[in-house]
């Protein structure tokens, strides 16, 4: 039972695809990552012939592992005996299959989904009402959590989304669609020093990143003086991280991501 919850699909950390010794963020990065190319409306894209039942048995099971990893005790269960029943407490039954059906899925279309067309349906999900709809299900299912609630919840970013997301989940308890919750009202009652936190934490990251970035800049002029179009190339990089001070992930992440590509020859960039 435990091997086959390791599944042939490796196990869920290969999955998620983060190493074993991947911190919270990490997981949970990759499985934000994941939902949007797993999600069915995307998914149903990637494989129209599928039956839309099948693409949602498989982000339920993504949704599934993510509880597993991003769960202390669970996780520490997991890592221990491999197996995710014994994580989850339960007999997963009929899903443990489910695991190499995703895996297989990720397997055939990871390197089909760019961050164009994540950043497309994060545009079309993001204020609709299928948004709506899941953000009341998980503040429901967490009672009133809403650190749980923004870690299983697509797209979001909390500080940002705070103010929209109490005003939905405020009207549905106003309506009697949804109840009230000590930890929502807490929660809500701390919004405005946690911007503030949030705030100064965006401001350090900027410097932080403007630091690096004048470093980079520096050792681009000395191994390549008279590359004009790669010093192009390092100023849109230099608008976009400053435009991106109130994106979520932070400066280094996206420095991180620039550069941890293989170089290109210099000529005409578009986007990331």
């Not at 069915?40 to 498989?58: F, G, N």
């Not at 982000?59 to 014994?86: N, P, W």
């Not at 100023?235 to 992440?253: T, V």
């Amino acid at each position: 039972m435990a091997g086959s919850a390791s599944h042939s699909a490796k196990d869920l950390y290969t999955l998620l695809g983060v190493d074993r010794n991947a911190d919270a963020r990490q997981v949970k990065k990759a499985y934000h990552r994941l939902a949007l190319t797993l999600h069915p409306d995307k998914a149903c894209q990637l494989e129209p012939d599928t039956p839309a039942e099948v693409h949602q048995r498989r982000f339920q099971t993504l949704q599934q592992a993510y509880d597993v990893l991003s769960d202390k005790d669970k996780r520490d269960i997991y890592d221990s005996t491999g197996s995710v029943e014994a994580a989850e407490g339960q007999d997963l039954g009929a899903m443990k299959g489910d695991f190499d059906e995703l895996y297989a899925f990720y397997r055939r279309h990871y390197k089909k989904v760019d961050q164009s067309e994540i950043e497309a349906f994060e545009a079309q999900y993001r204020k609709s009402e299928e948004e709506k709809g899941n953000l009341l299900e998980l503040y429901t299912k967490h009672k009133g959590n809403m650190e749980n609630v923004y870690a299983y919840l697509m797209c979001s970013n909390e500080g940002d989304d705070d103010k929209r997301f109490i005003a939905i989940i405020d009207e549905a308890i106003a309506r009697g669609e949804a109840k009230s919750f000590d930890k929502y009202e807490a929660w809500k009652a701390s919004s405005n020093k946690r911007l503030k936190k949030l705030k100064k934490r965006r401001e350090k990251e900027a410097k932080e990143a403007e630091q690096v970035l004048e470093e980079m800049q520096v050792r681009e002029r000395v191994s390549k003086p008279a590359a004009d179009d790669n010093d192009d190339g390092m100023a849109a990089l230099a608008l976009q991280i400053r435009n991106n001070a109130n994106k979520r992930g932070g400066f280094l992440d996206a420095l991180a991501a620039k550069y941890s590509q293989p170089k290109k020859k210099a000529g005409k960039t578009k986007g990331r």
